[in-house]
């Protein structure tokens, strides 16, 4: 919807010899009214220009702060507009007196959240993190300007329903269980901190649950490892890579982030001849050390073109063009399921000597 937007100024009567001259913002057909502290003689006010009459120098000054003002709420105005904020009346108003607090309004101070998160990438924090950050705070935006039909709200206007109209608004745009809980509690976590900040008086999502709902999880076989192995998928480059990578993760226990930082300083042999993976998780930061069955040895055999110590060990693509293939490759094999990196974990196989041989 098109804004409408409009700033004019008029006298209020009083029945003295003096009128205070208000200014009155109008927007889709809501307004508010507020004095400009100047106040005129009502026979020297021109209602069809809503200025003061004249050219004398009173007149010329008095209309010269009724520019400046007018000029001042056009451009906040457009700011806001320009951040994606659709304003009204009463926060322009709170704006030209400087009271409106933009650390208040939750969009701003998710703004804010994820500048802050941004400087941890790296240290404490995931980079994929922020991706989802900034999507959770995008899809938060569009949900305010659907419902709402503004570009923000003020944590104080933000009532217990809000969460649960989110979730259903999320729901509705074909998104799973366990994502709209990752963007809701993104949302909640945040109008927590308004509340210990003082912020807001009391915290509206006291009572608010969002059900879990875990999904099924698949737990590859022997024989269903062995299937994905003997796939032909010579004519298929990339996703061979990934199948071996998927490989490589089953028989060493890595999670797909650990395998992208495997680097060939953290693969040392021992003094009876065996290979051994020495790290930490990238997850957890927890200590691990792996020793190298003879598949994960012939994977890392079968890729390696550089010895220098910081050199990748595999070449790992990202975890959504990863996802995307081993759906196709779990095709290819028949399995009744889908496969993604995050199988991984849950794979429950015997390791023997007849497998490493496939």
């Known amino acids: 919807m098109k804004n409408t937007f409009r700033v004019l100024f008029y006298l209020k009567k009083t029945g003295r010899s003096t009128a205070p001259v208000m200014v009155r913002i109008t927007m889709n057909r809501t307004y508010c009214s507020f004095s400009s502290k100047i106040s005129i003689s009502p026979d020297d006010w021109d209602m069809e220009t809503n200025k003061m009459r004249g050219k004398s120098r009173a007149a010329q000054r008095i209309n010269a702060q009724l520019e400046n003002i007018k000029a001042k709420l056009i451009s906040d105005y457009q700011t806001m507009l320009a951040q994606k904020h659709s304003p009204t009346p009463t926060i322009l108003r709170d704006a030209y007196f400087g009271t409106i607090d933009k650390g208040n309004m939750l969009l701003f101070a998710f703004d804010a959240y994820i500048e802050n998160y941004a400087k941890r990438i790296g240290i404490d924090r995931a980079a994929n993190s922020l991706v989802r950050l900034k999507t959770a705070r ?9 419902k709402f039909s503004r570009g923000d709200l003020a944590f104080h206007e933000i009532r217990p329903d809000f969460l649960e109209d989110f979730h259903v608004y999320l729901l509705s745009k074909g998104y799973s269980q366990s994502t709209v809980r990752l963007y809701v509690y993104g949302v909640k976590s945040l109008v927590h901190t308004a509340f210990v900040n003082g912020w807001i008086s009391n915290y509206p999502f006291e009572t608010y649950r969002c059900a879990v709902i875990a999904p099924e999880r698949h737990f590859l076989s022997e024989t269903e490892i062995k299937r994905m192995m003997q796939l032909d998928l010579s004519h298929h480059p990339a996703m061979e890579r990934v199948r071996d990578i998927f ?12 395998v992208y930082n495997l680097t060939n300083e953290m693969i040392q042999k ?15 930061k927890i200590q691990y050390t792996i020793r190298l069955l003879p598949i994960a040895l012939q994977i890392i055999a079968k890729y390696q073109t550089n010895n220098a ?15 995307q293939r081993l759906k196709r490759i779990a095709q290819k094999c028949n399995f009744k399921f889908k496969l993604s990196t995050h199988d991984i974990c849950h794979i429950n196989t015997v390791l023997t000597d007849d497998i490493w041989q496939v």
Do not use: M
């Open 138 to 146: 995008k899809h938060c935006e569009d949900f305010i300007r659907t």
């Open 247 to 258: 490989i490589f993760c089953c028989f060493t226990g890595l999670s797909h982030r650990d």
């Open 270 to 284: 021992d003094d009876h001849g065996a290979y051994w993976i020495r790290g930490r998780r990238f997850k957890t």
């Open 309 to 323: 110590p910081q050199t990748k060990v595999l070449p790992v693509t990202k975890i959504v063009s990863t996802n």
